[in-house]
């Protein structure tokens, strides 16, 4: 069975910083690309980062480019997110996401498994 | 990246038929087949029920399809049942190599 299993939320103030965690578990981790997609309270998803089987290719949302970082390990089979210079519209509930492959080929941009979430909020 | 745009709401009677259109720009759902649409009940995970335009991944009723038509994707789901009610979100590779989503549909089955 499929298992992403988000850590590392809570509460910090603007400006401080924060690492996710995302322990996959139940699938060959080093053969999915890997995303991280955020929901603030009451509103609607946000894509904000994603990172490839092999960590050759990262991406960023706009919003986030410079002060967070993904990384992963793969022997580890974790997805990571550091998270710098927090604001308060980062505040949300951030979900580790894989990114969906049948057995012969990967589909850019769907996601097929989410974790539980963690939340982050940042306020003073 | 400015977030695709849904309408905030949709209704439709048990049985009915409804459709939820997004729409981007040439940049994103218009230039690239590589649109997703995701089922989310309250307090859960979001679900993925459409991949690349109109394919569904295994286990997906075949109620739910998905099309495009220039800068606007729609998800079109018939025989609508109560289980339906949920908010739906749209989602598009771009041309910056992002992901963006849309602001997302509730579903209110009357």
């Known amino acids: 069975e499929v298992q992403l299993v988000e850590s590392g939320g809570g509460l910090v103030k603007p400006g401080g910083s924060l690492r996710l965690s995302c322990a996959a578990s139940?699938?060959?981790?080093?053969?999915?690309?890997m995303n991280w997609v955020r929901q603030a309270p009451g509103k609607g998803l946000e894509w904000v980062s994603s990172i490839s089987s092999s960590s050759s290719y990262i991406y960023y949302a706009d919003s986030v480019k410079g002060r967070f970082t993904i990384s992963r390990d793969n022997a580890k089979n974790s997805l990571y997110l550091q998270m710098n210079s927090l604001r308060a519209e980062d505040t949300a509930v951030y979900y580790c996401a894989r990114e969906y492959c049948s057995s012969t080929s990967c589909y850019t941009g769907a996601i097929d498994y989410w974790g539980q979430g963690t939340l982050v909020t940042v306020s003073s | 990246q400015s977030a695709l745009t849904q309408p905030a709401s949709v209704s439709g009677s048990p049985g009915q038929s409804i459709t939820i259109s997004c729409t981007g720009t040439s940049s994103d759902v218009g230039g690239y087949n590589y649109v997703s649409w995701y089922q989310q009940h309250p307090g859960k995970a979001p679900k993925l029920m459409i991949y690349?335009?109109?394919n569904r991944p295994s286990g997906v009723s075949n109620r739910f399809s998905g099309s495009k038509s220039g800068n606007t994707a729609s998800l079109t789901i018939s025989g609508l049942q109560a289980e339906d009610e949920a908010d739906y979100y749209c989602?598009?590779?771009?041309?910056?190599?992002?992901?963006?989503f849309g602001g997302g549909t509730k579903l209110t089955v009357l």
């Open positions: 989602s598009s590779y771009t041309s910056s190599s992002t992901w963006v």
């Open positions: 690349e335009v109109s």
């Open positions: 139940g699938f060959t981790f080093s053969s999915y690309s």
